[in-house]
């Protein structure tokens, strides 16, 4: 038995969550904020046999693109007024972190 973690943005967790589950796989999902864009992820516990490991990540692949986002950063040098400046920055969010760790034991009580 595997247990697939992953690490996905709050947008696709709803499309991927009715997909897993539509499939059979049981899914815990737990809400996570990431520590880049200090934005809500969703992390996503999947226990599976060894066999279905490569299908639960090609859900995943097919669900979590990345895209370029603009995000509000406040300057790091403060104006002749003391102020922080906010300026537009385009960064790429999205797509999954994936972890596929072996479970030495599985009990459901």
């Known amino acids: 038995m595997k247990l697939i973690i992953a690490i996905v943005q709050d947008d696709d967790a709803t ?7 539509e499939g059979g796989f049981r899914v815990t999902k737990l809400a996570t904020t990431g520590g880049f864009l200090r934005a809500g992820n969703t992390t996503l516990l999947i226990g599976v ?10 859900h995943i692949e097919d669900v979590c693109k990345t895209r370029n986002q603009i995000i509000t950063t406040p300057s790091s040098v403060a104006s002749s007024t003391g102020v922080y400046m906010p300026y537009p920055v385009e960064v790429e969010v999205g797509g999954a ?3 596929v760790v072996d479970v030495d034991k599985f009990v459901k009580i």
């Open 49 to 58: 046999e060894e066999d279905d490991v490569d299908e639960v990540i090609a």
């Open 15 to 21: 499309d991927l969550l009715e997909i897993l589950t």
């Open 97 to 99: 972190n994936i972890f």
